[in-house]
């Protein structure tokens, strides 16, 4: 497994430099996540930053929670992998059977709002992942 590696350092950025932590606009929703119940209490007891679950507290809820946090914070998991006010807790992704990851956005509203330039197919999205795994392997040697 590899751990942290951005993918600009291979220069596919134009020499942008990596995002801070809590740079909302270079992160996705992940669309879902599962947890035992050992794990939400562990994450709600220990782990999150102002609570998992409610009564969320103060200061980095205000108003239990009802505050202008949007949809995607909620729903799209961006309180579990965000650093500020949140749990910041890595995403991972395994590359084999990367399709079992994928999930339809079946409300549809994505594909029309974002417009086409920012889709690829499944199999370009997976090239570019594999490429990026190899040189972070280069990058950072993995025991065997």
């Known amino acids: 497994m590899l751990g942290d590696y951005w993918s600009g350092t291979d220069g596919y950025f134009n020499g942008q430099r990596r995002p801070g932590a809590d740079s909302r606009d270079q992160i996705n929703n992940q669309g879902g996540w599962m947890g035992t119940r050992q794990q939400i209490w ?3 007891t220990e782990v999150c930053q102002g609570s998992f679950l409610p009564p969320f507290d103060v200061p980095h809820f205000r108003f239990d929670g009802l505050d202008l946090r949007d949809v995607e914070w909620w729903s799209g998991g961006l309180h579990l992998a965000t650093l500020r006010h949140a749990c ?19 409300a549809n509203n994505k594909q029309s709002s974002k417009g086409l330039g920012r889709f690829s197919r499944v199999s370009e999205l997976l090239g570019q992942l594999r490429t990026v795994q190899k040189n972070a392997e280069k990058a950072i040697p993995v025991p065997k």
């Not at 910041?88 to 079946?106: C, E, G, K, P």
């Open 42 to 44: 562990t994450w709600h």
């Open 88 to 106: 910041n807790m890595q995403r991972i992704v395994t590359l084999d059977q990367f399709d079992h990851h994928l999930i339809y956005h079946t």
